[in-house]
């Protein structure tokens, strides 16, 4: 495997930064996960333009241009031979000392890219469904840190996700401070009910999502299912049609089950199929190509 680590292709085993950098020590530092299909790269422009969102929110100033970005992913995913692929993109604040002041990060911030396969979910919660639970460990307020930051600290998702597999689930439901539905570890939710297709509002403190973005454009101009952002409550949850979870990396997986209430009829309902197909279909002819 290669990876391009500060303008360079490196082979996997010799591809490290040093212990004093401040994205290793204490998590500054941004990232984005981005889906390669069918030769293509999907929704890069938008997965940069968070990347530079991020970076500007943290007063980080990436070394080098989008457009020379867009050309160093391109040839790391050529290097690797991949035509399908999961890309973590990153970059640190650069090397420090011991204390928390970024002014003290005397070098360049980082710029690593890995291009490697990735399954998020087994193979069967596509197909059947999976069962989520809620878990007491809340969504860090957004007046605290914004979820739209993808910061490379990811202690507050984790957490979740720990006490999710403590109780037998893949994935947990987090809340915000008041109680409501923000998002899951490392997915959006969305539910339907009565044939509209609800998501928590960005103004709850869930992340803007590339691939939610995606779903709410199909459902909304594709399959002529209305789309609510809402302030979302478990019962609501529990009550709903049908459930779905999206991601980069997870990309559109069916819920059956949430906190042992069964969703629905306990199958992948009609209009999460119909989005599934209609994503497949978005992913596999569209996006940046990278030859």
């Given at each position: 495997?290669k990876i391009?680590?500060?303008?360079?292709l490196?082979?996997?085993?010799?591809a490290?930064i040093?212990?004093?950098?401040h994205?290793?020590?204490?998590g500054d530092?941004?990232f984005?996960?981005i889906?390669v299909y069918?030769?293509?790269v999907?929704r890069?422009k938008e997965?940069l333009e968070r990347l530079w969102?991020s970076?500007?929110?943290i007063n980080?100033?990436?070394?080098?241009?989008?457009?020379e970005?867009?050309?160093?992913?391109?040839?790391?995913?050529?290097?690797?031979?991949?035509?399908?692929a999961?890309i973590?993109?990153i970059?640190?604040?650069g090397?420090?000392?011991?204390?928390?002041?970024?002014?003290n990060?005397?070098?360049?911030?980082?710029?690593?890219?890995i291009?490697?396969?990735?399954?998020?979910?087994?193979?069967?919660f596509?197909?059947?469904?999976?069962?989520i639970?809620?878990v007491?460990?809340?969504?860090i307020r957004?007046d605290?840190?914004?979820?739209n930051i993808?910061?490379l600290?990811?202690l507050n998702?984790i957490l979740a996700?720990?006490?999710a597999?403590?109780?037998?689930?893949?994935?947990?439901?987090?809340l915000n401070?008041?109680?409501?539905?923000?998002?899951?570890?490392?997915?959006n939710i969305?539910?339907v009910k009565?044939?509209i297709?609800?998501?928590p509002?960005?103004?709850?403190?869930a992340?803007?999502?590339i691939t939610?973005d995606?779903?709410i454009?199909?459902a909304k101009?594709k399959?002529g299912?209305?789309?609510?952002?809402?302030?979302l409550?478990l019962?609501?949850?529990?009550t709903?049609d049908?459930c779905f979870?999206?991601g980069t990396?997870?990309?559109i997986?069916?819920?059956v089950?949430?906190d042992?209430?069964i969703?629905?009829?306990?199958?992948p309902?009609k209009?999460?199929?119909?989005?599934?197909?209609?994503f497949k279909?978005?992913a596999?002819?569209?996006?940046?190509?990278i030859?």
């Amino acid at each position: 495997m290669k990876i391009f680590l500060d303008g360079k292709l490196v082979e996997k085993g010799e591809a490290k930064i040093s212990v004093f950098d401040h994205g290793f020590l204490y998590g500054d530092g941004i990232f984005e996960g981005i889906r390669v299909y069918n030769g293509r790269v999907f929704r890069l422009k938008e997965h940069l333009e968070r990347l530079w969102s991020s970076a500007k929110a943290i007063n980080l100033e990436i070394p080098i241009h989008k457009k020379e970005m867009e050309k160093a992913l391109i040839k790391t995913i050529l290097a690797n031979k991949l035509n399908d692929a999961y890309i973590r993109l990153i970059v640190t604040r650069g090397c420090g000392d011991l204390g928390l002041d970024p002014r003290n990060c005397t070098k360049p911030p980082s710029v690593i890219i890995i291009a490697d396969q990735i399954k998020m979910y087994p193979e069967e919660f596509y197909e059947k469904g999976m069962e989520i639970v809620t878990v007491s460990t809340r969504r860090i307020r957004q007046d605290s840190l914004s979820p739209n930051i993808k910061s490379l600290n990811y202690l507050n998702n984790i957490l979740a996700k720990m006490q999710a597999v403590r109780s037998g689930a893949a994935e947990a439901i987090m809340l915000n401070a008041e109680g409501y539905v923000v998002e899951c570890t490392g997915d959006n939710i969305f539910i339907v009910k009565n044939g509209i297709l609800y998501t928590p509002a960005g103004s709850e403190g869930a992340l803007i999502g590339i691939t939610r973005d995606a779903v709410i454009e199909l459902a909304k101009n594709k399959s002529g299912v209305p789309v609510k952002e809402v302030r979302l409550s478990l019962y609501e949850v529990y009550t709903a049609d049908e459930c779905f979870l999206t991601g980069t990396a997870a990309e559109i997986v069916p819920v059956v089950a949430v906190d042992s209430r069964i969703i629905g009829d306990g199958k992948p309902g009609k209009i999460t199929a119909k989005l599934i197909k209609e994503f497949k279909a978005l992913a596999r002819s569209s996006g940046t190509p990278i030859k």
